[in-house]
């Protein structure tokens, strides 16, 4: 997740100069940013879905005594993280999309009516994940409390 913060901050410091990065211009390394991005992005999802869907078998096969209570948790977790996940990845895509697709294609000189859209999508984008960054580490504490918790008062 730090990875895509720096890929962010490269990104858009490559958009705003023109420098370049490992012999990567702003659309080569941007096409990798997003493609890592959106994986990482996905692979956080899964981690969440995952655990959820083994916490509740556990919780009804091995008859928890709080098992109500933890899987609403679980579900408030999920309820918190997943819509900021999703924000940030249409934010960060849709501005990908955007720029590479409408901005970059047009050939012509004439000023865009649209490209002024770029610096703020770019900078909610950034700071949206910054957020999102610290709602999922939030959530992954929380997570790790109720294994925690489902660890010690199985039923025996």
Sequence with gaps: MIFNLLNLILCGAMGYSTFLLFGA???QF???AILIFVLT???VMYFFIATGKSMKTILSEQGH???EKLWDKVKHIKNIVFPHIMFTIFIIGGLYIFYFGYIKSNTSN???AYSWLQGPLYL???FHHIWSLKIKNDS???QIEIISEMSTNLKS
């Design 65 to 67: 005594l709080n098992a």
């Design 30 to 32: 941007s096409l990798f």
């Design 140 to 142: 992954f504490k929380i």
């Design 41 to 43: 992005e996905t692979l």
């Design 124 to 126: 909610l984008g950034l």
């Design 110 to 112: 004439t000023p865009l």
């Design 25 to 27: 211009n702003h659309a």
